[in-house]
């Protein structure tokens, strides 16, 4: 997952617009718990989608995001 996560951060970043953001997409798979340790991940994915401005979709399914990783998060997509 985390290597999925930094392909979209660079990919973002690269492409600009036009991008589908489905690295927190696991649909029908095995739920994804928390983990602090994806948190400087949800950070670098974060500041790319802020800095982008042609995302079509953020996906997020079957992930569990706890308060910490909604903070880095929920500012970012708020406004997407």
Do not use: W
Request: charge should be neutral.
């Amino acid at each position: 997952r985390i290597g999925l996560i930094k392909d979209d951060a660079r990919r973002i970043r690269r492409k600009g617009e036009d991008y589908y953001c489905r690295s927190l997409d696991n649909e029908n798979q095995l739920a994804i718990l928390h983990d602090d340790a994806l948190l400087p991940h949800f950070k670098e994915l974060s500041d790319a989608i802020q800095l982008s401005t042609g995302i079509r979709q953020i996906v997020i399914d079957n992930i569990e995001l706890r308060p910490s990783a909604l903070r880095i998060m929920f500012p970012v997509l708020e406004g997407k």
